[in-house]
């Protein structure tokens, strides 16, 4: 194996059928990254999308790239690949996946592991430096994430780092996670794929290191981005109130940089520690920038907060760890750890309401942060949210309506008392029952399709115009993320991209900081051109510029998730340096390519490379589709935009002042730019031949040839 | 107490090497002090805060603020070794984040628990990895630093061994052991301030107000 | 040194086509020589910003009188300072209250640092302790400047009429500093009694605007003035939970008084009310927003992570 910088440089293998463990040089994958993109060539190239999810021969791949655990900013994640169970054509999907398993994979000495097979028993993989193997996990098989991770440090020792699946993954939930216990955790169904295969869990433990080409370089870029570019999570650039050094601050007083004077982690062991001011140049209070409880919750969390947590090699600490002791009261776990999802949603499956429990305001607080418990316990997946509307959209039906559902038996064995109560043990029951299968509800968590169909509701169903129970933007199963009404049309054409939410933040750290609209359009247009940057419900029709970079916002990503860095905070677009004019750096994540690999790396290198990842998801969704669907024309099967987008907001027209609705012409319109970007087939939305041979795929556009899919292209056309 | 024993930043440093690396958990620390070390006396007293004396100030360690981030690992390997790592960094926060020996870390209850904090070398006057080295490698440099001789090292673990908070590491790749040689690297990338290092000027500065208030 | 600490009021940016080491030095350098900050050292606390934070949650009663003394006027911000969250740690939490009180069972950190016996083999006994760079005697007028800096750097801005209170020829000495190259960095604003001195390099402008607002202590024109000025730059309507944030900590019975005493007087006739989508109050300027786009960017979509 040659010697490299960056790149641990091989990958483990694991049969879990047959027990081999083998290691491969990974040196043939580095043009695609890592993580995602060398995941993508290997999923093609040896698990057809024609296997089925569950095959014994489908696979299960974790990927962490050359910046993981290089000392690099924000770099300390992992991302794996698999295939769905539950998004429409059963294509290919990652899970996402932070903590500090990542890093320890690479100090293992492994840029990824490629799993297949299916075990006889219940194992868990034990990975130490050069010594890997399959362990007994019947021990653990049954047990919640949390039970499960600990019983692997105990058996292998406090080094270890080690991730669990929980019930809901062992019963082949589709809605599942693999989870660490301070709430990291990757989803889409990884739990299920996990859990076909018998394999609980992982135990990592690296005493190694990665070689790192320019350390000095590294420490200096290091430097500069936590001193010059770095704002708060998100990257917002402006402080959530007025600080003395700042000249802006948001309005409302609520974004991701929200620690302030006043606001305290009062449950610290050695009493309140006030988050106070940070200025944007002092490295050392950096991690006091996030406060993302008080972002949630406001005041009420500031009780409960013992201190931020978040991922390995980050400064910005997302995650709050609390200590939420009116849990006790109903004989639940207080102490949790997260960020997103799993805190904001719990309140959904209560239609009457929560109540105060210690402080005035904190009723939201407490049954979030026990669904969040519980969900992680459980290992179930929420799709951002939908598993909360799903459930929201049936609990609160009268009895006579939700039983054409669901039994009458079904619908009254629900402690419904619990419900009406707003007692935190409602929640963990219906969560449950999700994990184990447990009765007709818990098809919600086989998919909002899946739900659908067993249920009986049209396609029109995901037409509607509430956005309380139906946020999916187009009909593949999962909901907007961070789509048009927080980025116009470039937040609509990035959802249309991948097989579950998009998980692309490079528009909402924009839209969301609460800069000034003027100060951050001069940032974006210098960056990426005139016209691109709307502001806040005020839009205007699309245009070039627009198209471009919704497509840079999705190569992007996918080279985050290769590398690997955290796209809720890279690329460095925004600074809070008044001096730098709030202008950020999008250069350095390829300076720091440079640094840690040796190798010369640009940033318009990168986007190809992103770009390269692009062509392959679109390539295998198009030989999904026509597997699965019966078609493999993108444009109509899975770009498809729901109704509601354009219908919204009757009493205003779309690009009026005051809404966020889009039209249904100019949206087409931003499909074809979309496309001409990407080198897709207008007709289609499949990359042509002359795209994917551009990209080094020509092996892709053969098959797609010889499937017919180009044939199809041409049938459309015409 | 006298003002004399703290005149000069020399010999406020000397007061403090006698309880470098333990906790300030039993004493009393006056507001000015605690100013300083930019911690509360309730933190003192729940032994959240702990000193080190080092020739360049005061390391006050803040178990409060860790945040678990794991740069204090990456910035001293950088600087140290060259290369990224956490096992032989010469401060060590990922074996504590889940059990940390003494009862703290993630998985050290039935329920989470979220202390866990950074540890690093105390610069022992009686070295315990010195004294157990059989190649007398470890040694006292011209800063006044005890440091690994890398010629003489055999990586035989020793040092590990002997140190009661095991600090000393044999790195695997290069087979010589590591050890902290107070660089500060650490401090200066810690983005919580968990990690600080306080001038000795304004250490003794506080102890002289100290003394007036008295 | 890779590690350079950035302190608050650096107004220069690491240009990554310089060596990032060297350009701290410089920064370092720069600072010492303009006093902004004397205690420089790549390790030191950052005192400033403590002090800021301390002092604004405080409402600092910090009269500078340790200035007229000679007293280092960052050692008596510190001073004060601990003094301040001392007392407001007593305020915040009685039981630590008490244990920070001299306690006959707890022995005081210096005393019983006195009373241990010398350590043996001190591993830096021959090695001297590093102490700070002895810098340059200041002009009166440069002190001075040290002082409003000091204040900047606490988040406070300075009315002339304190400074006149301070120092007797304070006028002679503020007519100085323009010409002073250390001191291009004191910088003025009109307020509605008097006019404030603060340091750019220690406060941004709209801060010292906002800070300008509060000491002129006109609750209806601070309401006004702040927002006109949201809705003009940002665009954004400001919600009257806006005033009881930092830095502005006003009492909920205190801003409705302010909102209908502003209602009668027509000065104010471009301020309106509106309640967004989830029940909460802002205020706006039509002479900036139109009713209908400022309700719209107030009401708060399906939040999503």
């Known amino acids: 194996m040659a010697e490299s910088y960056g790149w641990a440089g091989k990958i483990l293998r694991v049969n879990l059928t047959t027990g081999e463990i083998t290691t491969q040089d990974d040196e043939k994958y580095h043009k695609y990254i890592g993580g995602m993109g060398m995941a993508y060539r290997i999923m093609y190239e040896e698990a057809p999308m024609e296997l089925d999810p569950y095959d014994e021969k489908a696979l299960v791949i974790f990927g962490v790239g050359p910046l993981t655990g290089a000392g690099v900013p924000c770099s300390g994640r992992m991302n794996v690949t698999f295939r769905s169970t539950w998004s429409k054509g059963h294509s290919i999907i990652d899970a996402h996946m932070g903590g500090h398993i990542g890093s320890m994979l690479k100090y293992a000495g492994y840029d990824g592991i490629v799993v297949s097979g299916i075990s006889e028993k219940p194992v868990y993989l034990r990975i130490e430096d050069g010594n890997v193997s399959l362990e007994d996990a019947s021990e653990i098989w049954g047990k919640g994430t949390f039970a499960a991770n600990k019983w692997m440090v105990e058996q292998n020792g406090r080094e270890f780092e080690t991730a669990s699946i929980g019930p809901a993954g062992e019963n082949?939930?589709?809605?599942?996670?693999?989870?660490?216990?301070?709430?990291?955790?990757?989803?889409?169904?990884?739990?299920?794929?996990?859990?076909?295969?018998?394999?609980?869990?992982?135990?990592?433990?690296?005493?190694?290191?990665?070689?790192?080409?320019?350390?000095?370089?590294?420490?200096?870029l290091s430097n500069y981005m936590m001193g010059n570019l770095i704002g708060g999570n998100n990257n917002h650039n402006v402080p959530a109130q007025p600080q003395s050094w700042a000249e802006y601050s948001a309005t409302s007083g609520k974004n991701r940089w929200s620690g302030?004077?006043?606001?305290?982690?009062?449950?610290?062991?050695?009493?309140?520690?006030?988050?106070?001011?940070?200025?944007?140049?002092?490295?050392?209070?950096?991690?006091?920038?996030?406060?993302?409880?008080?972002?949630?919750?406001?005041?009420?969390?500031?009780?409960?907060?013992?201190?931020?947590?978040?991922?390995?090699?980050?400064?910005?600490?997302?995650?709050?760890?609390?200590?939420?002791?009116?849990?006790?009261?109903?004989?639940?776990?207080?102490?949790?750890?997260?960020?997103?999802?799993?805190?904001?949603?719990?309140?959904?499956?209560?239609?009457?309401?929560?109540?105060?429990?210690?402080?005035?305001?904190?009723?939201?607080?407490?049954?979030?942060?026990?669904?969040?418990?519980?969900?992680?316990?459980?290992?179930?997946?929420?799709?951002?949210?939908?598993?909360?509307?799903?459930?929201?959209w049936i609990l609160r039906m009268p009895r006579e309506e939700a039983t054409k559902y669901i039994s009458e038996a079904e619908y009254d064995s629900l402690p419904w008392e619990w419900e009406k109560a707003g007692d935190p043990r409602w929640e963990v029951e219906l969560i449950r029952r999700m994990a184990y299968g447990e009765g007709d509800l818990s098809v919600i968590a086989k998919g909002t399709l899946a739900m659908m169909e067993k249920f009986g509701l049209p396609k029109s169903w995901l037409d509607r115009d509430d956005g309380a129970t139906n946020s999916n933007l187009i009909y593949n199963g999962f909901p907007n993320h961070h789509g048009?009404?927080?980025?116009?049309?470039?937040?609509?054409?990035?959802?249309?991209?991948?097989?579950?939410?998009?998980?692309?933040?490079?528009?909402?750290?924009?839209?969301?900081?609460?800069?000034?609209?003027?100060?951050?359009?001069?940032?974006?247009?210098?960056?990426?051109?005139?016209?691109?940057?709307?502001?806040?419900?005020?839009?205007?029709?699309?245009?070039?510029?627009?198209?471009?970079?919704?497509?840079?916002?999705?190569?992007?990503?996918?080279?985050?998730?290769?590398?690997?860095?955290?796209?809720?905070?890279?690329?460095?677009?925004?600074?809070?340096?008044?001096?730098?004019?709030?202008?950020?750096?999008?250069?350095?994540?390829?300076?720091?390519?440079?640094?840690?690999?040796?190798?010369?790396?640009?940033?318009?290198?990168?986007?190809?490379?992103?770009?390269?990842?692009?062509?392959?998801?679109?390539?295998?969704?198009?030989?999904?589709?026509?597997?699965?669907?019966?078609?493999?024309?993108?444009?109509?099967?899975?770009?498809?935009?729901?109704?509601?987008?354009?219908?919204?907001?009757?009493?205003?027209?779309?690009?009026?002042?005051?809404?966020?609705?889009?039209?249904?012409?100019?949206?087409?319109?931003?499909?074809?730019?979309?496309?001409?970007?990407?080198?897709?087939?207008?007709?289609?939305?499949?990359?042509?031949?002359?795209?994917?041979?551009?990209?080094?795929?020509?092996?892709?556009?053969?098959?797609?040839?010889k499937r017919g899919i180009y044939a199809q292209n041409t049938a459309a056309a015409e | 107490m006298a003002k004399t024993d703290f005149l000069t930043a020399d010999m406020t440093r000397r007061q403090f090497m006698k309880i470098s690396g333990k906790s300030l958990a039993g004493l009393t620390l006056s507001a000015s002090m605690l100013s300083l070390f930019g911690c509360s006396q309730q933190q003192v007293d729940s032994g959240a805060v702990a000193t080190w004396a080092l020739p360049q100030g005061l390391l006050v360690v803040n178990a409060d603020l860790c945040t678990g981030c794991q740069r204090c690992e990456i910035n001293c390997t950088l600087t140290n070794d060259g290369v990224c790592s956490s096992y032989i960094s010469r401060v060590k926060i990922q074996r504590r984040l889940n059990l940390d020996g003494a009862g703290n870390g993630l998985l050290s209850g039935t329920d989470n628990c979220f202390v866990y904090f950074p540890d690093t070398c105390r610069q022992c006057e009686d070295p315990a990895c010195g004294n157990a080295c059989p190649q007398k490698a470890i040694t006292t440099d011209d800063r006044g630093i005890r440091v690994v001789d890398t010629d003489k090292c055999i990586g035989c673990g020793a040092c590990h061994d002997a140190c009661p908070w095991h600090m000393p590491t044999v790195n695997p790749e290069t087979g010589k052991s590591s050890k902290c040689i107070a660089c500060g690297a650490c401090v200066?990338?810690?983005?919580?301030?968990?990690?600080?290092?306080?001038?000795?000027?304004?250490?003794?500065?506080?102890?002289?107000?100290?003394?007036?208030?008295? | 040194m890779l590690f350079g600490r950035r302190k608050p009021g650096y107004t220069t940016t690491v240009d990554g086509s310089v060596d990032p080491e060297q350009a701290v030095l410089e920064l370092q350098k720069a600072e010492l020589a303009a006093k902004k900050k004397p205690k420089a050292e790549v390790f030191d606390i950052d005192?400033?910003?403590?002090?800021?934070?301390?002092?604004?949650?405080?409402?600092?009663?910090?009269?500078?009188?340790?200035?007229?003394?000679?007293?280092?006027?960052?050692?008596?911000?510190?001073?004060?300072?601990?003094?301040?969250?001392?007392?407001?740690?007593?305020?915040?939490?009685?039981?630590?209250?008490?244990?920070?009180?001299?306690?006959?069972?707890?022995?005081?950190?210096?005393?019983?640092?006195?009373?241990?016996?010398?350590a043996e083999n001190d591993p830096f006994a021959d090695r001297p302790t590093k102490t700070a760079p002895e810098l340059p005697e200041l002009t009166p007028a440069q002190e001075l400047a040290g002082y409003i800096r000091a204040r900047s750097a606490a988040a406070l801005i300075t009315p002339h009429a304190l400074l006149l209170e301070e120092v007797e020829n304070a006028d002679e000495l503020l007519a100085q500093m323009p010409a002073d190259p250390q001191c291009t960095d004191i910088v003025t604003r009109a307020g509605a009694k008097d006019t404030y001195y603060y340091s750019n390099a220690n406060m941004s402008d709209n801060y010292a605007m906002i800070a300008q607002l509060i000491e002129d202590k006109d609750l209806c024109v601070m309401f006004a003035e702040m927002v006109r000025f949201n809705a003009r730059i940002y665009p954004s309507a400001t919600p009257l939970k806006y005033f009881q944030r930092s830095p502005y900590g006003l009492a909920p019975e205190v801003i409705e008084q302010t909102w209908k005493a502003m209602q009668e007087n027509p000065e104010y006739a471009d301020i309106e009310e509106l309640t967004n989508n989830q029940n909460e109050r802002f205020l706006f300027s039509t002479k900036h927003l139109t009713r209908r786009y400022a309700k719209a960017i107030s009401d708060v979509d399906d939040f999503c992570d």
């Open chain 1, 172 to 220: 082949l939930v589709d809605y599942s996670t693999l989870n660490t216990s301070f709430g990291n955790s990757g989803g889409a169904g990884l739990g299920a794929a996990m859990g076909n295969k018998k394999l609980k869990g992982l135990a990592i433990r690296g005493t190694g290191s990665v070689k790192v080409a320019d350390p000095k370089k590294v420490l200096e």
């Open chain 1, 260 to 392: 302030a004077p006043g606001r305290m982690w009062k449950k610290a062991p050695g009493g309140p520690v006030d988050t106070g001011e940070q200025p944007y140049n002092d490295i050392n209070k950096v991690a006091l920038r996030c406060f993302k409880g008080y972002f949630d919750f406001g005041a009420p969390a500031a009780e409960y907060t013992v201190k931020n947590g978040g991922c390995s090699s980050c400064p910005i600490r997302c995650y709050t760890e609390y200590d939420v002791d009116p849990l006790a009261d109903y004989d639940l776990p207080t102490h949790n750890s997260n960020t997103c999802m799993p805190v904001l949603y719990g309140t959904r499956v209560y239609p009457d309401g929560v109540h105060d429990f210690k402080y005035e305001g904190d009723g939201t607080m407490v049954i979030n942060l026990a669904w969040s418990h519980a969900v992680d316990d459980m290992g179930l997946w929420d799709n951002y949210g939908n598993l909360n509307r799903d459930l929201l």
């Open chain 1, 484 to 705: 048009p009404a927080e980025a116009w049309q470039v937040g609509m054409l990035y959802n249309l991209v991948y097989n579950r939410d998009c998980m692309i933040h490079e528009i909402v750290c924009e839209t969301g900081s609460g800069a000034p609209y003027e100060v951050t359009k001069k940032v974006m247009e210098d960056f990426f051109g005139e016209g691109c940057y709307d502001k806040a419900k005020a839009y205007t029709p699309i245009n070039e510029n627009k198209a471009k970079l919704a497509a840079y916002c999705v190569n992007d990503k996918n080279f985050h998730d290769s590398a690997t860095l955290c796209n809720w905070m890279w690329p460095m677009t925004q600074s809070p340096s008044k001096e730098r004019d709030y202008h950020g750096d999008l250069d350095l994540q390829a300076d720091f390519m440079t640094a840690v690999t040796g190798e010369t790396y640009t940033q318009a290198g990168l986007q190809e490379d992103g770009a390269r990842i692009t062509q392959m998801l679109r390539a295998m969704t198009a030989i999904s589709f026509q597997q699965n669907c019966g078609s493999a024309n993108l444009r109509q099967e899975h770009d498809a935009i729901c109704d509601w987008v354009f219908d919204k907001d009757p009493d205003f027209k779309a690009f009026e002042e005051g809404t966020t609705k889009l039209d249904r012409a100019d949206m087409e319109k931003a499909k074809d730019l979309f496309y001409d970007v990407f080198g897709w087939d207008r007709t289609t939305g499949v990359p042509t031949r002359e795209t994917l041979e551009k990209y080094d795929l020509a092996d892709m556009a053969d098959d797609l040839e």
């Open chain 2, 188 to 214: 200066a990338g810690c983005p919580s301030g968990a990690l600080s290092i306080v001038d000795w000027d304004a250490v003794t500065s506080a102890a002289q107000a100290a003394y007036l208030d008295l």
């Open chain 3, 47 to 118: 005192a400033a910003s403590e002090t800021a934070r301390r002092l604004k949650e405080t409402g600092s009663t910090f009269d500078g009188s340790a200035a007229k003394t000679g007293e280092d006027v960052i050692a008596a911000v510190e001073r004060e300072t601990a003094e301040l969250a001392a007392k407001q740690a007593a305020e915040a939490a009685p039981e630590a209250a008490e244990a920070a009180q001299p306690d006959a069972a707890k022995p005081e950190l210096l005393d019983f640092l006195a009373g241990e016996p010398e």
